[in-house]
């Protein structure tokens, strides 16, 4: 089956930084979403971003379907920011279908 | 946009007991999914609901021990039957709210099992 692959596993930075998380995939998907789980395990839906580059207030994401590979930008990170970012493939022939990845664990201090 | 609710948010239960969870969408959509997310780990597919034919399970769930309903465009339940510890999970539905496939895909909040 197809492998999802995200990196950094965990990550910590200072409230006001900036940072990337990535994640990698192994075959050609029908579309990828990031989305942000929460402390209290809900999660959020960030972007829906087969290709291309969106962006939503401090966050931003860039899909590269040809190569493979989206990533995550979270600028002038806040508090609030914390929790675990997943990103999602849903693979082809395989409608709403996701094959999530093992998440990012972004802690964000004071 | 549409309303995701699941009931119950969370609950403990004993051994050997089961428990159904509701997922109600304020839209009809024509695919539910139920997914399990264990603790610590990512979310795992269990199963798609489909409204008038039985449940299309993933490998490594089968329905004796995750009996899903779908009864109408709305609603859909997941039972998890005979539960045992390592059945403490957080059980989400998703949905895709554009219903016209290769869709963004939402979740419910989730129902967070602790089985003792």
């Known amino acids: 089956g197809i492998q999802v692959e995200q990196s950094p596993p965990d990550l910590i930075l200072q409230e006001g930084a900036n940072s990337t998380l990535r994640c990698n995939f192994s075959d050609s998907v029908n579309n990828l979403q990031w989305f942000h789980q929460n402390p209290w395990g809900q999660l959020i839906n960030l972007f829906y971003?087969?290709?291309g580059t969106k962006q939503n207030g401090r966050l931003s994401a860039t899909t590269v379907a040809t190569e493979r590979y989206s990533l995550l930008y979270i600028s002038s990170s806040q508090t609030t920011d914390s929790g675990v970012y997943f990103c999602a493939v849903e693979l082809r022939d395989s409608w709403g279908k996701l094959q999530f990845g093992a998440g990012t664990q972004v802690v964000v201090t004071p | 946009s549409a309303v995701i609710s699941q009931k119950p948010s969370r609950d403990i239960c004993q051994r050997g007991t089961s428990l159904t969870i509701q997922c109600q969408v304020d839209s009809q959509v024509t695919m539910m999914f139920w997914y399990r997310q264990q603790p610590g780990q990512s979310l795992t597919l269990i199963a798609t609901?489909?409204?008038?034919?039985?449940?299309?399970?993933e490998s490594g769930f089968v329905i004796d021990k995750f009996p899903i309903s779908r009864p109408n465009l709305t609603f859909s339940t997941l039972t998890v039957s005979n539960m045992s510890p390592e059945d403490s999970s957080i059980y989400l539905c998703?949905?895709?709210?554009?219903?016209?496939?290769?869709?963004?895909?939402?979740f419910g909040e989730g129902s967070r099992l602790t089985v003792l």
């Open positions: 609901a489909n409204q008038g034919s039985e449940a299309t399970y």
């Open positions: 998703s949905v895709d709210l554009a219903g016209s496939g290769t869709g963004e895909l939402f």
């Open positions: 971003i087969p290709s």
